[in-house]
């Protein structure tokens, strides 16, 4: 079997950024996404199309088919009464946020001041080049119910 849409894929990967760093890493088999589905970034999906079990390969991943470039825009200053006031708001906390048309986000703390706190909305791979070292460990047909959900449903079945 190849990989294809709907279809549960099972992976050992490494991710390390340009200078060999270690980003994260999955090596027992337990990474498992539905491909078509927009679980994964695109140019890691792209390029585990049409694999099958056993093979390994590694994949270079531009900022634009990973977490996308850096936006500056994406960095401000709010009000300190945006943030819980019994909290004591340090750099580098991670908060999820309601975005401008609803949606989450999760942004990171830059800089405390007195009466704003500077966030940033870029995710923290933004900008990076990502290089994965990947083997396909499984591969089958996702269920119908993980179809209509848009993701895996580990052993067991459905738990959300």
Not at 10 to 32: H, M, P, R, V
Not at 50 to 76: M, T, W
Request: zero cysteines.
């Amino acid at each position: 079997m190849k990989i294809a849409e709907k279809h549960v894929v099972t992976l050992n990967y490494t991710l390390k950024d340009n200078d060999g760093e270690i980003i994260d890493q999955a090596q027992d088999g337990s990474f498992a996404y539905l491909h078509g589905a927009q679980n994964i970034i695109p140019g890691l999906e792209n390029a585990l199309t049409g694999k099958a079990v056993g093979d390994q390969l590694q994949v270079k991943v531009s900022p634009e088919e990973g977490y996308g470039q850096r936006d500056e825009n994406r960095v401000e200053d709010v009000p300190r009464e945006m943030f819980p006031a019994d909290q004591e708001i340090e750099p580098g906390m991670v908060f999820h946020a309601q975005g401008p048309n609803g949606e989450m986000i999760t942004v990171t703390v830059v800089e405390v001041g007195d009466d704003t706190i500077k966030i940033d909305s870029n995710h923290a791979l933004a900008g990076v080049e990502l290089n994965f070292d990947v083997e396909i460990m499984g591969i089958r047909e996702a269920e119908d119910v993980e179809i209509e959900h848009g993701h895996v449903h580990g052993p067991g079945g459905h738990h959300h």
